[in-house]
């Protein structure tokens, strides 16, 4: 059960390691772009690709959707990047459902954890594969599997590498579940709600800069929400209406200085920079709206920066 790519790695490891998938359970297509033309999941998409069965319900709670997947008689459910199922989906197979999460329970649990951990500066992440109860992100732990944070590493860098030693750790899983069957015994650790964190949507309020912040925050903000949903902020530039700018790369200098926190120095030519609490806020990668993402030099070529322009 799952959407996007980062639940295809864990179903194509699964079926390379020779598990018999009976269905995939995805969400509905979805009207996209200008012309509305219906979008799939790219769990759809490699599911049909390689004729699997595919189970797309609206209602996770339909009568007719709760008799479909009890007629598959699966053993074992896997979710990776899913909705919340309801006790009569998650308790259907003998040997239980297991779900993928990508932070080191329970710290992150919610909608973003990969993108909270970076934002907040953590040094290490990682996955976890644990059963399916009732509140989310709480049930008992299966394994867990640590990744260094490096200094520089994005929300993107840190999803792909997350994506596939999760997609590992789900093989171990199903592998394990499968040999409890057997009569191995799991060792399961229970969650410590004392120690949780949370990671809740990413809405556009969070993406905003604010350049009142210190340097290390507005540095591990851009770097969290790169490439997606990406940092923002508005230029004001003289008489100019204001211009939204994403940014996707950037570098923080500290120093000392007394200029207005957000005020552009610039050459127009080969760097573009904003003060902020304490240092410079470098520039690096940045799209103007309605442009294309591209380095600080080819987006000066297009946009002058005028005398005492800011970021606001």
């Known amino acids: 059960m799952g959407t996007p790519d980062f639940a295809v790695a864990s179903l194509d490891a699964l079926m390379r390691n020779g598990f018999n998938v009976t269905a995939v359970v995805t969400s509905p297509d979805k009207p996209a772009g200008r012309g509305q033309l219906l979008n799939q999941s790219a769990v759809k998409r490699y599911a049909l690709q390689h004729g ?23 053993d074992l459910q896997i979710v990776v990047a899913f909705r919340m199922l309801p006790e009569s989906v998650w308790d259907m197979p003998i040997a239980g459902t297991y779900n993928l999460h990508a932070s080191l329970l329970p710290k992150y649990r919610g909608a973003a954890p990969i993108n909270w951990a970076i934002i907040n500066g953590e040094k290490e992440s990682g996955v976890t594969t644990f059963k399916l109860q009732h509140e989310i992100d709480t049930g008992t732990i299966l394994f867990q599997e640590k990744v260094e944070i490096g200094e520089t590493t994005t929300a993107g860098e840190l999803h792909d590498e ?31 709600d004392q120690l949780a964190t949370h990671a809740p949507k990413l809405f556009k309020e969070t993406c905003k800069i604010n350049w009142d912040l210190s340097g290390v925050a507005l540095y591990n903000l851009i770097r969290g929400l790169s490439p997606y949903p990406t940092a923002h902020t508005f230029v004001k ?26 005020l552009i ?40 920066i005028k005398h005492e322009a800011s970021f606001v």
């Open 52 to 74: 699997l069965h595919i189970l797309q319900p609206t209602n996770l709670k339909d009568p007719l959707f709760i008799e479909e997947l009890k007629q598959l008689r699966a």
């Open 265 to 304: 120095a610039t050459d127009n030519k080969s760097y573009l920079n904003a003060y902020c609490q304490d240092g410079l806020i470098k520039l690096k990668e940045l799209q103007l709206e309605g442009k294309k993402r591209m380095p600080v030099s080819e987006f000066l070529k297009g946009f002058e």
């Open 162 to 192: 997350l994506m596939d030693v999760g997609a590992q750790l789900i093989v171990k899983t199903a592998r394990a579940v499968e040999e409890a069957r057997h009569g191995k015994i799991l060792n399961f650790v229970k969650q410590n």
């Open 237 to 262: 530039n003289g008489e100019s209406k204001l211009q939204l700018v994403k940014i996707f790369y950037a570098e923080f200098e500290p120093c000392v200085h007394s200029f207005t926190n957000g």
